[in-house]
Every structure is written in C-alpha cells, then in structure tokens.
C-alpha cells in the first residue's frame, strides 16, 4: 500500500508540474512573440524539470557547463526511461535544440513546453515521407546556423536496461549537417529507474560527458558502420556502469 501511494504521489505531482510548466512556458513565448526562447529553454524548463526530478526522488548529477563543447555539435544520449523527458532540459545546454518524437503531442503539458523551447517533433518511423522531409529540413538548417541538437538514438521504443538498436537518421544528419557527435551517457541505477511507472527506489542519475566523435571524415554511404560504432561506445559504457 506504501509502494502504491508513493507511486501515485510521483505521478500527480509529475503530471501537476507539467502542467504549470506548460502554461509558463507557452505564455512566456506567446507574449514574447517567441523571443524568449532561449531563455525558456536554457532556464524556465529546466527549473520546473529539476523540481519534479527532486519531489520524485530522483537527483541529477551533470557535467558542468565548462566542460561542455563550445562548439556547435549532436548531442546524442542513451534512452532507458521516461526520466530522460526531464533530465534533458535540466542540462540547460545553449542554443540546443531537442529532438523528440511527434507522440509526446499527445501530452498536452509536454508538448506545451517543448514547443516554446524551440524542439523539433520528429514524425514516426512509418511516417517514411515526413520522416525523411524532416531529415532534410534538419541538415539544412544544421548547414545554415549554428546551434546544436540533442536527440536519442535509439529513438521511441519500450525502456528496458540495455542499449538497444540505433536509428540511422541522426547520424545521416550530423555527417551531412557536418557536426561532431557529443555522447551523453545516462547512468540511472536499475533500482532507480522507474522504466515506464512510478514504482523505483529514490536514487542519483549521473550524466557523464563522453568524448567527442569527430565526424569530419564520414560520408553518407558509410551511415551503417558509423551509427554501429557509435552504439558499441555506449554499450561499453554501459557494461562498465552496470557490472
């Protein structure tokens, strides 16, 4: 009875403090004219995403801002449970924009947030036209500006403790929008991570920065190898973390 009430306590004030995110968030870039993006992504957000991580039990420690790259780059991380929604935005990475799938449209709070902080709603894998249109669009933008993305490859699939197969689209884009690969390894203790639930031990997720990939020399025909050497540094990542 304790588990379960502890569990609908985190899903209510999850969901509570999404919604209040929501309408902070799309109210301050409505009546900005979407000028405070920037700042809604890099401050606002990541204060509501810090509170609901802290009254859920969960404790996020990250890189700091010095040691991340000062230059523009994709930002890739490992995606083994709803947490990540939240982790993310706390990392207040600048002039980042998210990666996310299309479904988190469906919750409304959500979708509210991510839209004033600038994401971009990737459609889904059977969406191939949309899916590819959106690709395109991204490695045009990646060649025209110089801001960075943060996206998951291993895309929407159901959480599970393992690294699990790699989309190749992310990594078409950096090679063709010519940016290097900054890996963000997520280490949630496995009796911590909530998976897709509320029921977890409180615990501290550590975000550690891995090296960079340099990307200078791929070429589009080689996205398979690329994407699979990439995936390996995280699976090793991953057996070191959880031995």
Known sequence: LITISIAVYRGLT???????????CFALYVISFGLLRSIIAEHVFPLFCRSILF??????????????PDKPVVYMFNHNS???????????????????SKRTKKILPLYLCNLAAGALF?????ESAERLKFFENTEEQLLKNDFSIICAPEGVHRFNNK???????????????????CPLYFHIPKESNPLEGYSYMAGTVTVELMPLVDTSMW??????????NVRTLFQQKFMEKNK
């Open 14 to 24: 999850t969901y509570l403090l999404m919604i209040l995110c929501g309408l902070t």
């Open 55 to 68: 009254l859920i039990g969960i404790k996020v420690v990250k890189p700091s801002k010095a040691a991340l």
């Open 82 to 100: 709803f947490l990540d929604i939240f982790i993310v935005p706390t990392l207040g990475l600048k002039n980042t924009r998210f990666i996310i």
């Open 122 to 126: 990737i459609p889904f894998k059977n």
């Open 163 to 181: 690294i699990n197969n790699f989309n190749k689209g992310v990594f078409h884009m950096a090679t063709i929008g010519k940016r290097p690969i």
């Open 219 to 228: 070429r589009a025909e080689d996205v398979k190898t690329n994407t699979e």
